[in-house]
């Protein structure tokens, strides 16, 4: 199966993509999560990357693009995946519609006023990228990675005032994504709950139905 996981940066798609591959055993593809490996081995694409990233912008259409080109074609993405964070244009759009048929939709939908509550308590590991929170997903040791032991921190862009910038831009540039998947009639709605596991049960049936 194709999936997109679409909705508001902090809605919880990263959370639930890692449930759902897990299930259906095919691999999560985070654009965001490419862009910041990228940084992090200092190649040109993350450093270009990087000042975009932190204002809260997106990073040139192209570029993503070329990212997601070169993932779908890997052969593990050949029985299905799950994309987060892309597409988050219309132009992007189009040209994953050109590379691949897209099955289902999942569109998470979670208020403004939640989603930079929710932001503000969102810590990240430094080394492998795991997503904790202050609230709803405590690590065991307080700043410590439970998978590999590394530091949590806060992403520049999980700020608040960069959470605000992000969000005006999701609804500028990547809301309007939701009518261009009506069009196909892959989208299934789903309403963001505070628990995790609740969001994952309402995702799940959406995806069987
Ligand atoms: P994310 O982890 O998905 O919230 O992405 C973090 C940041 O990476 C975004 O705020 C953008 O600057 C950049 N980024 C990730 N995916 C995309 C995309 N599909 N298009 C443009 N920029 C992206």
């Known amino acids: ?3 997109i996981l679409l909705g508001a940066p902090g809605a919880g798609k990263g959370t639930q993509a890692a449930i759902i591959c897990e299930r259906l055993n095919i691999p999560t593809i985070s654009t965001g999560n490419i862009i910041r490996a990228a940084l992090k081995s200092g190649t040109e694409m ?7 990233m932190d204002q809260g912008k997106l990073v040139p259409d192209e570029v993503v693009i070329g ?9 593990d993405c050949q ?24 099955d289902k939709v999942i569109d998470l939908e979670v208020s403004d006023e939640a989603i930079i509550a929710r932001m503000s ?7 492998c990228g795991a997503t904790y929170h202050l609230l709803y997903k405590k690590p065991k040791a ?6 590999c032991g590394g530091t949590l921190i806060q992403r520049k862009d999980d700020h608040p005032d960069t959470v ?19 069009k196909q009639g892959v989208v299934k709605r789903v309403d ?5 596991a609740d969001t994952t049960r309402l995702t799940l049936a959406a995806l069987e139905a």
Do not use: W
Request: with cysteine; charged share 35%; net charge neutral.
């Open 79 to 102: 029985n299905g995946f799950v994309l987060d964070g892309f597409p988050r244009t219309i132009p992007q759009a189009e040209a994953l519609d050109k590379m691949v048929k897209i």
């Open 46 to 52: 993350g450093l270009k990357a990087k000042s975009y």
């Open 192 to 196: 963001g709950q505070e628990e995790v």
């Open 142 to 147: 307080e700043g410590v990675c439970d998978i």
């Open 121 to 127: 308590g969102r810590r990240v590991c430094e080394k």
């Open 1 to 3: 199966m194709n999936l």
């Open 164 to 182: 605000k910038a992000r969000l005006e831009v999701y609804h500028k540039e990547t809301e309007p994504l939701i009518a261009h998947y009506k």
């Open 67 to 75: 990212i997601i080109k070169e993932r779908l074609a890997e052969d």
